[in-house]
């Protein structure tokens, strides 16, 4: 009798293991499978099949925003069109080629120019209502400089929209409009909550063309785009083109976790690479426009930098680079007042923790303004607690002011590559310094040396040593032995230039320039 294949497998299965026969050895995992001792798989949460039911419910909410703006006109230049370029990709964009062409005076550039009239330049973003009652969210770079508002129903329903307030330092303003058509609003949720990895939608007004859905996930969060001392931006794949500002990021409760603002692309179309405003660092902001019309932010009154491993080995300061150095603590500001000093290292403050530098403007904005709060800081290798009573941003920085100091002979500071001098009428004049300044002027900095590689240049003053104030070369000099005694790798300098004061940690070397 003849077996089938799958007959004979199957009684081969079924055999037992003749006797000394070796055991089985234990089954490998296949290519991509887990490894035997990964952690226990985070259950997925299912990806919706449609987000057809949610972008119904939210997109009577958002709306286009449409501003026209007078334009002072120029003459007609060949080589510098008068006419916006619309965006890249746009369906008008041969429109306003094809315009431009047969406007432009007869000959070109060989008849003579002629003067034009003021124009009437339009543009558009998105918004969305967060109060019934007529209260329109929306970019401060979508309205800016706008003669004329108008905020544009899901309906096509046009309304002239009231400026209430605009807060350029987070890029948001606030619109009211008045209507008898009910009004959809959405509300804002906790930005907190939001993961990398969570499903969002974007609506807006991409190019122009009116209500769009896109779909993404949280691609990162904490992002820092150089936009100004508040970046905290959520970053999404969802795309979002020109004409998206302003508009919301939704999560799958239906809440705004985000206000679309700015996209990274260099041909002006998306990538999938767009940044939200927080909804919980726009909900305050939106909520003191809506009141008052402008934005009371907290103020410390410090300079503040990273603080580098480098200048925690210098201070001892356990942790690694954490918290945020005081450069300079302006003189009769809150923070001065309640007892903060140059080189103290914020580390929390009103009980929230400082991670890093730029964590701490946006926690002092955020906290009341007059309310007094604790403050940690690392001072004299401890941790100290002080209250500081936080003041109102104003308008326009305010600079501190040094206080003058004597003189003495120049110096070279061993191993570090630098040539000192005392700050004399004639260093004043060489390198522009202020009648009141006061330290040690750097001279010169030798090539590849220790102060090189920290870009220290002729011209910049040293005003403190590892936290002590020094007036002349000798006290420098002395400073640095007393570190090399106690076997300190690193010098902390705070130095100052024409752009403000810095710590700068310089490695020690030997008296020869070998490590010391």
Known sequence: MRLSPVALAALLAALPLAAGAQQALPAQPSAGSAPLNAPPAVPMRDAPSSFAPLARQLLPAVVNISTTQTMQARANRPDAPDLPQAPPGSPFEEFFRDFFNRNRPPGGGDQPQQPQRPRRAQSLGSGFVVDASGIVVTNNHVIDGADEINVILSDNT???????????RTDIAVLRIKTDKPLHAVQFGDSDTAQVGDWVLAIGNPFGLGGTVTAGIVSARGRDIRQGLYDDFIQTDAAINRGNSGGPLFNLDGKVVGINTAIYSPTGGSIGIGFSIPANLARNIVAQLQDGGKVRR??????IQQVTDEIAESLGLQGGGRGALVARAQEDGPAAKGGIRNGDVVLKFNGQDVKEMRNL????ADTPVGRQVPVVVWRDGKEQTLQVSVGELPAEPQLAAATPGPQNRPTELSGLGLRVA???PEARDRFSLRPEQRGVVIM??????????RELRPGDVIVEVQQERVSTPQEVQQRLEQLRKQNRPTA???IETQQGQRFVPLRLRGEKGSPG
């Not at 046009?158 to 350029?168: F, V």
């Not at 403007?361 to 002092?364: A, K, L, N, Y």
């Not at 010169?444 to 590689?453: F, G, N, W």
């Open 158 to 168: 046009s309304i002239r929209a009231e400026l209430l307030g605009t807060d350029p």
């Open 298 to 303: 907290g103020w410390l009154g410090v300079n």
């Open 361 to 364: 403007p946006r926690i002092v």
């Open 422 to 424: 005392p700050i004399s």
């Open 444 to 453: 010169e900095v030798a090539p590849d040396s220790p102060a090189s590689e």
């Open 492 to 494: 902390l300098l705070l």
